[in-house]
């Protein structure tokens, strides 16, 4: 069983950033593939980033690639989105998601998922 919090997020003007982060519990946090989605009112749930177990292996969406970064540090149990240069496109819940093993771009792949976190971008 895993149970993620995320925090960090918030209103910032567009050309901002903003760092999200998400604390897991449990004790096998370095098996699992991390992903972070976000989901804007009236839309469906969209793939933002993902990262293996080890960090080795990272992922990105076509519309943040190169203003998003995800890490993870296993011994906090914690994975970080790093949001630079955000567009009000960007406005969305922000979910953290974790999946036992490999990554994956889709959300029906993971097995846990935490409560989400509001960012907003002002224009």
């Known amino acids: 069983q895993v149970q993620l919090v995320e925090s960090g997020g918030g209103l910032v003007q567009a050309g901002g950033s903003l760092r999200l982060s998400c604390a897991a519990s449990?004790?096998?946090?370095?098996?699992?593939?991390m992903g972070w989605f976000r989901q804007a009112p009236g839309k469906e749930r969209d793939f933002v980033a993902t990262?293996?177990?080890?960090?080795?292996?990272?992922y990105y969406a076509d519309s943040v690639k190169g203003r998003f970064t995800i890490s993870r540090d296993n011994a906090k149990k914690t994975v970080y989105l790093q949001m630079n240069s955000l567009k009000p496109e960007d406005t969305a819940i922000y979910y953290c998601?974790?999946?036992?093993?490999?990554?994956?771009?889709?959300?029906?792949?993971?097995?846990?998922w935490g409560q989400g976190t509001q960012v907003t971008v002002s224009s």
């Open positions: 449990g004790r096998t946090f370095s098996s699992y593939a």
């Open positions: 998601a974790a999946k036992y093993g490999t990554t994956s771009t889709a959300p029906r792949g993971y097995d846990y």
């Open positions: 990262i293996n177990y080890g960090g080795g292996t990272i």
